[in-house]
Antibody, heavy 118, light 106 residues
């Protein structure tokens, strides 16, 4: 069973870049079994799909975030990375890394709360 | 984008009740509709995928039905641990989208 754990700074200043890491265990990030996915949830609100990366580098992003988001993979450390530029308060959210397999999101990390504030 | 609309947004029920939550898609989701349960401070948990298939380890009191644009999640006999927020989600076309959630309360 895949396990995922998000990490990174819990506080980011407006206009700066948010950088998160997701450490994967139980499978390789180079595996073609999964699409490695990010989803976020603002406090008290619903869920928003950010995008996914697969095949060690192919990415699909939500068009609403595409100009600011970049996903990547490091196979040597078995980690996933999310970078989001020019953040504002509306980017304050819990960020989840998870797996998509056969059209469903089956394994989720516990999430990491990121606050955008000066 | 496919807009997902759940109803109701909140629901009060009692242990033992039968509960149904509906989800409507603004265009076809085909069979690629999933249901998740989320408890406060926790990540969502997959309950149902492909509209009606129970995820491994999920109690059989949960069931799903529907296709194309109209879907339902039914809990046949509510248990105390079922009080949570439920989300539908379409995996048919990117950007994948979620419903706004249904909060199930005592």
């Amino acid at each position: 069973q895949v396990q995922l754990q998000e990490s990174g700074p819990g506080l980011v200043k407006p206009s700066e870049t948010l950088s998160l890491t997701c450490t994967v265990s139980g499978d390789s990030v180079s595996s073609d079994t999964y699409y490695w996915t990010w989803v976020r949830q603002p406090p008290g609100k619903g869920l928003e799909w950010i995008g996914y990366i697969y095949d060690s580098g192919t990415t699909i992003y939500n068009p609403s975030l595409k100009s600011r988001v970049s996903l990547s993979i490091d196979t040597s450390t078995n980690q996933l990375f999310l970078k989001m530029t020019s953040v504002t308060a509306t980017d304050t959210a819990v960020y989840y890394c998870l797996t998509e397999q056969r059209f469903r999101f089956d394994f989720w990390g516990p999430g990491i709360m990121v606050i955008v504030s000066s | 984008d496919i807009q997902m609309t759940q109803s109701p947004s909140s629901l009060s029920a009692s242990v033992g009740d039968r509960v149904t939550i509906t989800c409507r898609a603004s265009q076809t989701a085909s069979k690629y509709l999933n249901w998740y349960q989320q408890k406060p401070g926790k990540a969502p948990r997959l309950l149902i995928y492909a509209a009606s298939t129970l995820q491994s380890g999920v109690p059989s009191r949960f069931s799903g039905s529907g296709s194309e644009t109209d879907f339902t999640l039914t809990i046949s006999s509510l248990q105390p641990e079922d009080f949570a927020t439920y989300y539908c989600q379409q995996n048919n076309i990117t950007p994948y989208t979620f419903g706004q959630g249904t909060k199930l309360e005592i």
